[in-house]
């Protein structure tokens, strides 16, 4: 299966009075989706505002990672080299008593796989790396974040849900990443195209659910959201 848009519709660009009659830059709305890692690179197509590489997770990590208790999930948060990045979650797991299992092991490889991935394509060496554990309703309202681009792969939990923005800047419907699912969003900081596809959290606050969130940044971006704090 090769990279797929998604047929989001197109959102009418709005223009604006600043003085004089300006052009608008144009939106982008559309989800590239693809089976292959390659597929997150048309995230620097014309038009595209995230990219979907899905993922089989497999059965054994998912009955290890669903089963560590909420207070043993390693927590992270680091500007390192990607290829710092697997030593770090190890460096996590110690710090919060999880001890060495193959399920770590996926989680530390993984993660520092799809670093390299990010770092490939938005061609840096250093990164920004979040592990966050999430219980409550943080970042649960549809927003783009004031980055460049930003990767996110959901762990354990309910992932990333998103859509594309109506002209009032509501999202009347949307989509969500399925657990191990790695997409790329643009930011409001993309050169050239307006932002004009949402995400939020999911709101899982007072259902007993824990979510392990992986975040990576370039380096010099610096925005929150996605991570466990209320937005």
Request: proline share 6%; with cysteine; net charge negative.
């Amino acid at each position: 299966m090769g990279a797929v848009a998604r047929s989001f519709p197109a959102v009418e660009c709005e223009g604006g009075m600043t003085g004089a009659l300006r052009k608008p830059r144009p939106r982008a709305v559309w989800v590239a989706e693809s089976d292959q890692a390659d597929g997150l690179r048309r995230i620097r197509d014309r038009g595209i505002a995230a990219t979907l590489w899905r993922r089989r997770r497999d059965p054994d990590f998912a009955a290890w990672i669903e089963g560590v208790s909420p207070d043993r999930l390693p927590r992270l948060r680091a500007q390192i080299a990607v290829t710092e990045v697997e030593a770090a979650v190890h460096a996590a797991c110690d710090a919060s008593s999880l001890v060495p299992s193959q399920g770590r092991q996926t989680l530390a490889s993984d993660a520092a796989a799809l670093a390299t991935v990010f770092g490939s394509v938005m061609t840096t060496l250093q990164v920004q790396v979040r592990l966050d554990v999430i219980q409550t309703n943080a970042c649960h309202k549809f927003h783009c974040d004031r980055i460049a681009a930003r990767l996110l792969c959901t762990y354990r939990g309910h992932g990333t849900e998103y859509g594309p923005a109506a002209a009032d800047g509501s999202v009347p419907r949307h989509d969500a990443l399925a657990p191990f699912d790695a997409a790329i969003f643009r930011g409001t900081l993309w050169p050239g195209e307006d932002c004009g596809l949402l995400h939020r959290s999911p709101p899982i606050a007072g259902t007993g659910e824990t979510r392990l969130l992986l975040v990576v940044d370039l380096p010099q971006d610096e925005d929150d959201c996605d991570c466990g704090l209320p937005h």
